[in-house]
């Protein structure tokens, strides 16, 4: 990609992005109407135009029902989307939405209605218009969160998710090249006033930025920070999947079901004692991935067992039960809890 972050994006810049994906049956393309999911279109449909042969293209706009504009605005994107020869579906958000939370919530049914598009159209990838400007933002806020190294390695350039591959081909991009791509194409795009809107975390965040440009933390070093702790999150699963494989971690007839030496798990390092700690409550417990927090002052507990000796510790945590007895540790199921009677 050029230096020069306000220059367009070139034709063969735009090869070289999408060319990880050129063998896929079907994508589908994730477009808000924003610039930058509109200039994710544009680049996609004309990459593709240059193929001899290459996938499906399908243009999908997603309908929070948030805001009135939303439906001009997927027509806007039906009307680009027909003019540069791709199918286009607008897919509405319905139901109840709640009071808090409202962010994530969009997202997670964003993600939901996409991956029914893709399988529906027989797309083994979704492609959506992340950039650099979000991997750093991104960056931020799991850091005031207190994220770990897996959280501090923010987005990844592809991961599996509902069942498809969710792809994000711009994440080294940033923003302005998007916009100047788009002016150079004369394409118009819609203003999406909850992108400032500072009741959100995010607007907040992105309002801070040319300050924290001033003291170096532009988007270009924060992401390349994201790139170098996603680096060293590798290396330390690499570390834990050897440690598993060491340790037999697992029942041989109950995956579900973890069990270890309890002085052989005390002697490995923190992290990974963490990382494997985390691997087998997820496997075996019913209530969703283990907070960090509540898994170091599990871990914390413990060791403490396991150095005074003790002969019993019981915990639960994320739907499963942790147990230190007799100098071994175990992970299996918890009992489902029962409903309440009304």
């Known amino acids: ?39 994710l279109m544009w680049l996609a449909a004309r990459w593709r135009r240059s193929l001899a042969r290459g996938p499906r293209l399908i243009a999908v706009t997603i309908d929070h029902g948030l805001r009135p504009e939303a439906a001009r605005e997927a027509r806007d994107v039906k009307r680009l989307a027909s003019a540069l020869d791709l199918p286009h579906r607008t897919l509405r958000w319905t139901g109840t939405k709640p009071k808090t939370g409202l962010p994530a919530a969009a997202r997670a049914a964003r993600y939901r209605l996409l991956a029914q598009a893709a399988r529906a159209n027989g797309a083994t990838h979704i492609l959506t218009a992340h950039t650099r400007d979000d991997q750093a933002e991104t960056l931020l806020m799991r850091m005031l969160r207190g994220s770990g190294i897996a959280g501090l390695a923010a ?47 995010r607007p907040r965040l992105r309002a801070l930025m040319p300050a924290l440009a001033e003291e170096g933390g532009d988007s270009r070093n924060l992401a390349r920070l994201a790139v170098r702790l996603a680096r060293a ?13 060491y340790l037999a971690l697992t029942d041989r007839h109950d995956a579900s079901r973890f069990g270890l030496d309890a002085e052989a798990f005390a002697g ?75």
């Not at 509902?162 to 711009?170: F, T």
């Not at 999150?233 to 494989?245: P, T, W």
């Open 1 to 39: 990609m050029p230096n020069d972050d306000q220059s367009a994006i070139s034709a063969s810049d735009a090869k070289r992005l999408f060319a990880d994906w050129k063998a896929a049956p079907a994508i589908v393309l994730a477009v808000s109407g924003g610039p930058d999911s509109l200039a």
């Open 155 to 201: 987005m990844a350039r592809e991961t599996e998710r509902e069942g498809v591959w969710l792809a994000r081909p711009l994440l080294d991009t940033p923003k302005s090249q998007l916009v100047s791509t788009l002016a150079k194409a004369r394409i118009a795009f819609a203003d999406d006033p909850t992108n400032r809107d500072l009741n959100y975390t």
């Open 233 to 245: 999150n590798a290396a330390i699963e690499v570390l834990v999947d050897g440690a598993e494989r």
């Open 268 to 342: 490995l390092a923190e992290e990974i004692r963490l990382r494997l700690l985390r691997r087998a409550i997820d496997r075996a417990g019913h209530e969703g991935p283990a907070e960090l927090g509540k898994l170091e002052a599990l871990l914390a507990a413990l060791d403490q067992a396991i150095a005074n000796r003790e002969s019993r510790l019981k915990q639960t945590l994320a739907g499963a039960v942790i147990s230190l007895t007799r100098g071994r540790i175990h992970v299996e199921p918890a009992p489902l809890r029962r409903s309440k009677r009304t």
